[in-house]
């Protein structure tokens, strides 16, 4: 097992100042932010969240060897009034519909390369580029304890294909400082996702070895999420988290995962954030 930096610093603070992101930490009940200002649309309370992760995570999309990764932390957004929750699963979003029961916005994912050095397995087959994936997400509360979420997201430099996350979160305070949320998830994608990283052309199969495979779009997985967060401080965070999805259709059909990888993905990590406060 090594230990890689699937982020650099540098990327990530890129990434960052393009998308606006509601943080991975939750606000205790007992803690009120100021009302914003009315001055201009940024004019109000903001928080800027900094931290790392760390986790243990298959090596390649349908691998059955994990490594262990670390990755940074960078959150930044609007201070609300309400509690809101948030699953270490989501991606980076902001919100311009926000009724308390539904939010809707963009969204965006930062997605890390692959290429034939990252394990044997994938020896003879193409390498995918670092690009990003952008969209627009919904989420609604149809009761205070359960949150429905899906995102909607087309791939940019690494793939062309479409993507769509599905998951529903359970959340329960336990303590004033600490939460528990568990739910199941989906996803789905195009063609175009499925042939960059399962699909095995006649020239691929050759090299690798691999039965050459075409596949279509339709469902990826399937599968369960749970997190534990505690607010240790009123600045610090932290949270331990596994996400555990089973490979459908397309990608389950795939010789890469058929002959060399595994249809059971698993993640495991914990994380820790610092927040700052500030006011525009």
């Known amino acids: ?10 990327g990530a603070l890129a990434f960052a100042s393009s998308t606006t992101v509601f943080a991975d930490e939750y606000y205790p009940e007992n803690q009120t932010a100021s009302a914003p200002r009315s001055e201009h649309w940024w004019s109000g309370d903001w928080y800027l969240t900094l931290g790392a992760k760390g986790f243990v995570a298959p090596r390649y999309e349908g691998a059955k060897d994990y490594m262990l990764s670390a990755a ?15 699953s270490l699963n989501d991606n980076a979003s902001f919100g311009f519909i926000d009724t308390g029961v539904f939010r809707a916005g963009l969204t965006g994912k930062l997605i890390t390369g692959r290429d034939r050095g990252d394990s044997d ?3 003879g087959l193409h390498d995918v580029d670092w690009g990003v994936e952008v969209g627009g997400f919904a989420e609604f509360y149809p009761t205070d304890n ?35 949320s568990a739910g199941p998830r989906a996803t789905v994608a195009s063609k175009d996702y499925f042939e960059e990283y399962y699909g095995v052309t006649a020239s691929e199969s050759v090299a690798s070895g691999l039965a050459r495979y075409s596949p279509g779009g339709g469902l990826k ?14 600045k610090i965070t932290t949270s ?18 058929r002959e060399r990888g595994s249809a059971n993905q698993a993640t495991l990590g914990v994380q820790a954030t610092y927040r700052f406060d500030f006011a525009l």
């Open 1 to 10: 097992m090594s230990i890689r930096f699937i982020v650099v610093l540098s």
């Open 72 to 86: 940074p932390v960078i959150s930044l957004g609007r201070a609300g009034r309400s509690v809101r929750f948030s």
């Open 121 to 123: 397995d994938l020896k």
């Open 146 to 180: 359960i949150r429905g979420r899906v995102e909607v997201r087309r791939g940019i430099g690494a793939h062309d294909g479409v993507v769509a996350d599905f998951a529903i979160d359970a959340f329960k305070d336990i303590t004033p400082t600490v939460r528990v």
């Open 221 to 234: 997985s399937l599968g369960v999420g749970g997190q534990i967060t505690w607010q240790t401080t009123d």
């Open 240 to 257: 331990a988290y596994a996400e555990y999805s089973r490979l459908m259709g397309p990608a389950a059909d795939s010789s890469l995962v």
